[in-house]
């Protein structure tokens, strides 16, 4: 087994490498870069530096670098100068200045000129950098990608926390039942239920709840947005727990409402391929009660598929978010983020979180495999492999 751990360990480094290049690949052939994004965003605001001013808007006071006469600016159009600085701070270009040089690099400077950075050498330096745990800060926030990232993340582990655990919880028990009682009305009934709440889009739920529970046309029962309180910091232990359910109930019932389906199914329909099995009839036979037969021997074989994969489908629910959810409920998580990076071609927050997630992601199927092993022994993967 150490053998085949090693070797998935190592074909991580080329799969993703592979999913870097052909993003990063991808983003060349996207008209719009980054620079012509904040281009438009300053020429389409009435102060062209307000979308670059040092407070959060970019990565650099403009006004200290080109001075406040914003007038001259606005009328004649941005200059030269200007763009040239812009393209050297998101990393398109360099200053290179003459052999012998021993000032500080400036483009004001005769003996030092702006150097066009290719796609491929800066494809190398992001690697490079990611290889050392730098990824780099937004261009439009002021803020690293990793520090953004844990700000967003509160939103994505309630979300994806809660829905995993719920829809595990409610799915096994009912698979299970439904498996016990193939065929009959039961059975019928709640399949038809799954498959409708299955077909009902989220986003469209997520509106039912909103008009129904929090202040629409019906009831007000439910906040209509965010993740807690404004007086959230002033309230006891108990009250910020209560507050944050009260928050989070509407968005996870939302996200969760078309994830019983696949599990449900799977569940029953993998007791069903157990319960048919000669084991089971010889433990039957041998007058065990039916409980102590489902539970003793069907599943654990039963659950292997489910349990086995809990890793991936928890992760993966972890860590991507529901735009749509989130945009609904005003929430602020990782679904907005990424939406809005792509949008304005934010390439640092990109990249560094698909290199992140890429890596969780494929050492997660590492620990899938694990999973498998461990709920059933009998399973060898390195002997497969030979």
Known sequence: MGAYILRRLLLIIPTLFGIMVINFALTQFVPGGPIEQALARIQGEGDVFAGFSGDGGGNQNVEETFGSDSDYIGARGLPKEFIETLEIEFGFARIVCEDGFTGEPDLDDPACQKEAIGAVERFGLMMWNYLRLDFGESYFRSIGVMELVLEKMPVSISLGLWSTLIAYIVSIPLGIRKAVR???PFDTYTSAAIIVAYAIPGFLFAILLLVLFAGGSYYQIFPL??????????????????DYFWHITLPVLASTISAFATLTLLTKNSFLDEIKKQYVITARAKGLAERQVLYGHVFRNAMLIVIAGFPAVFIGVFFSGSLIIE???????LGRLGFEAAVARDYPVIFGTLFVFGLIGLLVGILSDLMYVLVDP???FERREG
Do not use: P
């Open 182 to 184: 193939d065929g009959t």
């Open 225 to 242: 947005r965010g993740l807690t309180s404004d007086n959230w910091e002033n309230l006891s232990f108990f009250g910020k727990i209560a």
């Open 327 to 333: 945009t609904i409920f005003s929430l602020d998580g």
């Open 378 to 380: 009998r399973i060898d």
